[in-house]
């Protein structure tokens, strides 16, 4: 074994340490605490791009009088008395000022002691503003929509409703309140499904465990046979376990609506079939029916083989929320033809282990 000299190895460990700081893509800022304040010694790439200060700026000068606004002076101050009086690290979600305003982190102090007399540490910020503004919006939209949109859908649905049960003037009235009754519909399904893409964007796939698909999609069957006169045909096994958890009935019903409510006939034709995939591990579901085809540039967009641009997008959330609740899972979606004559979207899942 090759043995180093102390000076030589504690100038390897340095040089090391130092491509790691420079390397790590979290703004890192190295300070000294003098009479309380952290005084700038040097920061990585990562805190210049982030907070837009030079490093000629910082270093020398207190971190607080830079990054921290004027009214979380006292947080930020408690937060060095933590570091300059501890050995552990200090976390926190904090807010602090760059050269383009505010923006949302998580903070970690890292403190050492270089002599018996100096503290040092480290301010560590992993930036959050975005995650913690899309959490922000989603709940802004899931509150409106739940709350606002499908209710106001409902008092729609219930008006044409009554509307339609009355005798009408002329059969352009009855098609004109069909059609307000066919819109609300829409409008109440869509604030369910963004209300439902809501829950499935927020699940952690840590809370994916092993279930039997078999339960989850015949109860979506049987609701929706309950609700509308539609011939829905089941092909099951007696199980089958899958690597997912309760929200996959989320995908299913979404498709065996989309099967139902997309298909002008007064009598659709859907099919739902459970069955192993291949050899490899792999179980699938398909949900089939003798509607309309799903148009080719929605299928694209959703399957990621075309870009989203202002005019191809799709025109609701249902596929989207299909998609998202599968790729939870780890598993994958896509577009047939079916033998009924219509669509055959299949949802490809991984088995349970012992499958």
């Not at 009855?174 to 964007?201: C, F, P, Q, S």
């Not at 989203?308 to 609701?316: K, V």
């Not at 979207?345 to 349970?352: E, G, Q, S, W």
Request: net charge negative.
């Amino acid at each position: 074994m090759i043995e180093h000299s102390p000076a030589y190895d504690d100038a390897a460990r340095g040089d090391q340490y130092r491509h790691l700081i420079e390397h790590i893509q979290d703004a890192v800022a190295e300070f000294e605490l003098v009479d309380g304040e952290p005084i700038v010694i040097d920061v990585n790439e990562a805190f210049i791009d982030v907070f837009g200060y030079s490093r000629e700026e910082l270093v020398g000068n207190s971190l607080n009088d830079w990054i921290v606004p004027e009214w979380l002076t006292d947080e930020a101050q408690d937060l060095d008395e933590h570091t300059s009086s501890s050995v552990e690290v200090n976390y926190q979600q904090i807010q602090r000022e760059t050269a383009d305003g505010l923006r949302e982190f998580l903070y970690r102090g890292i403190p050492y002691t270089d002599t018996e007399t100096r503290t040092d540490g480290f301010a560590i910020y992993t930036d959050l503003t975005e995650t913690i503004r899309t959490e922000r919006r989603l709940q802004v939209m899931n509150r409106i929509l739940r709350h606002n949109l499908r209710n106001r859908a409902n008092v729609a649905v219930g008006h044409t409703s009554r509307l339609l049960n009355e005798r009408m003037e002329s059969p352009e009235e009855t098609k004109t309140a069909a059609a307000i009754e066919e819109a609300a519909y829409d409008l109440g399904r869509m604030a369910e499904e963004a209300v439902a893409i809501h829950k499935i964007v927020k699940t952690d796939t840590v809370g994916t465990v092993e279930i039997d698909c078999v339960p989850v999609v015949r109860k979506v069957v049987d609701e929706h046979q309950q609700q509308h006169s539609a011939d829905i045909e089941m092909n099951l096994p007696a199980e089958m376990a899958v690597k997912a958890n309760t929200k996959l009935r989320y995908a299913v019903d979404s498709l065996v609506d989309n099967a139902i409510s997309h298909n002008p006939t007064d009598d659709p034709n859907v099919r739902v079939r459970v069955v192993d995939a291949d050899a490899t591990g792999w179980a699938a579901i398909y949900v089939e029916d003798d509607a309309p085809a799903i148009p080719q540039d929605q299928r694209m967009v959703v399957t990621g083989e075309a870009e989203i641009t202002p005019t191809r997008h799709g025109t609701g959330l249902g596929l989207w929320l299909v998609k998202w609740t599968t790729e939870l899972f780890g598993g994958d979606l896509s577009f047939a033809t079916s033998d009924l004559g219509g669509n055959s979207v299949r949802i490809r899942l991984p088995k349970a282990d012992g499958e």
